[in-house]
């Protein structure tokens, strides 16, 4: 497919489980976003990757939380004994260059995550 | 920090009347400004964005936003709502002085009345 492709797009969990969500991104796209959209919270930013720099990942809202991106391309979001604070739609998006330079940001479906 | 913050969580207009959200930004650089917008159940797409080209920059479906840096406004328009217009709209910001990252401003529900 040609857009930014989120799995699972729905998760439902335990309490105290951990929890992986998969990005993958346009193809060629160096830049790749992870968000956190609560009902009335707006998007949240989590953690941005470029290219080869070490991610930014000044959003994580916990040691709980940690994310990876392999190759340059598909990209891991994990949660740690998750709790039902962490219950939200999870937004992975890529641009083709650095954010900060203009580049529009594509998103995902999202990964609906509630905790039980 | 840079941040951006859009007045109103909720805006209701009627069909064919004026659409204005409202986005102000904080930032002593002018950053790229944007606006997204999600149809219900379905993902974020770019309405529109400011680079630095013209102040006033038109989008998809009618809209438009003009960039302000007296103002730090990038405000949302459109002469005549639709009801298909019904959405959540993001105001976002990047570069500036707000680094790499792309921050998104709370949302703005707009409903449209028949």
């Known amino acids: 497919g040609a857009g930014v492709s989120q799995s699972p797009s729905n998760k439902v969990t335990e309490k105290g489980k951990d929890v992986e969500l998969r990005c993958d991104p346009i193809?060629?796209?160096?830049?790749l976003y992870w968000y956190r959209q609560s009902l009335g919270q707006g998007l949240e930013f989590l953690i941005y990757f470029q290219g080869n720099s070490a991610p930014d990942k000044s959003g994580l809202p916990s040691d709980r939380f940690s994310a990876e991106r392999t190759g340059g391309s598909v990209s891991t979001l994990t949660i740690q004994r998750t709790q039902q604070e962490d219950s939200a739609v999870y937004l992975c998006a890529s641009s083709l260059g650095a954010s900060h330079s203009g580049n529009t940001i594509y998103f995902g479906e999202g990964s609906w995550l509630t905790v039980v | 920090a840079q941040s951006v913050t859009q007045l109103g969580s909720h805006v209701s207009v009627s069909e064919g009347a004026l659409v204005l959200l409202r986005c102000n930004y904080s930032?002593?650089?002018?950053?790229?400004l944007f606006w997204y917008v999600q149809y219900p159940n379905q993902g974020l797409q770019l309405l529109l964005k400011y680079t630095s080209a013209a102040t006033l920059v038109k989008g998809i479906n009618g809209f438009e936003a003009e960039f302000k840096k007296s103002e730090t406004s990038f405000h949302l328009t459109k002469p005549s709502a639709h009801m298909s217009d019904a959405a959540e709209y993001f105001c976002a910001v990047s570069g500036g002085t707000g680094g790499f990252k792309t921050i998104f401003g709370a949302g703005t529900r707009l409903f449209v009345k028949a």
């Open positions: 193809s060629g796209h160096t830049a």
């Open positions: 930032s002593s650089v002018p950053p790229y």
